[in-house]
């Protein structure tokens, strides 16, 4: 799943969707990461100029969700995407951010491969300290969704379930950066 529902406040308004990356919004590199890690159905919540995004970006063969109420947070996206989910027989989803262009689809298998049923929990880690991709077993689903508040997402429930999270190193293979305000803007090259 890509949470790619932002309007890009801290940009201008920019939403982070359709900043460009190697000549297409970063949209359709985030989708093609996880379709090189091996994931075969990839839903994309949208939110933020939606309409724009799909005229924009060739996102064939995606499930397609437009969170109405991405103006409160990526906690509603993350639920957004989880509904979407719900039915389809996915023992897991693995949630990516739009903004991180640094982690590729080397490292999301690596956190891919970490699943072990539906009661997984599994987290990229850099330098020992958690960060994206997440995968989330479907048994976790519901209690993730009550939880993902604001812009939290899912940040209290894995610091509450710890225990049961596994890190997987990935600061050999990704850098997790994000693309947050406009000085951060020259990592796409030129966007």
């Not at 437009?66 to 979407?84: I, V």
Request: with cysteine; net charge positive; proline share 5%.
């Amino acid at each position: 799943m890509v949470l790619a529902a932002g309007g890009g406040r801290r940009l201008g308004g920019r939403p982070k969707a359709l900043l460009e990356y190697g000549g297409r919004p970063l949209v359709e590199h985030a989708v093609a990461v996880l379709r090189a890690a091996g994931v075969a159905r990839v839903h994309v919540v949208l939110g933020a100029s939606a309409p724009t995004v799909r005229e924009r970006a060739d996102l064939p063969g995606r499930v397609i969700v437009e969170n109405p109420e991405w103006a409160t947070g990526m906690g509603s996206s993350l639920r957004t995407g989880l509904a979407s989910l719900a039915g389809s027989g996915a023992g897991a989803a693995l949630v990516c951010l739009v903004d991180q262009p640094g982690i590729g689809a080397a490292a999301v298998a690596r956190v891919r491969a970490a699943y072990r049923g539906p009661g997984t929990l599994a987290a990229a880690a850099y330098a020992g300290r958690r960060g994206h991709p997440v995968l989330f077993g479907s048994a976790h689903w519901a209690d993730i969704a009550a939880s993902a508040v604001g812009d939290r997402g899912a940040r209290e429930y894995l610091r509450a379930h710890a225990d049961a999270l596994t890190l997987v190193e990935c600061g050999d293979i990704a850098e997790p950066y994000d693309i947050d305000t406009p000085e951060d803007l020259w990592r796409l090259g030129g966007a």
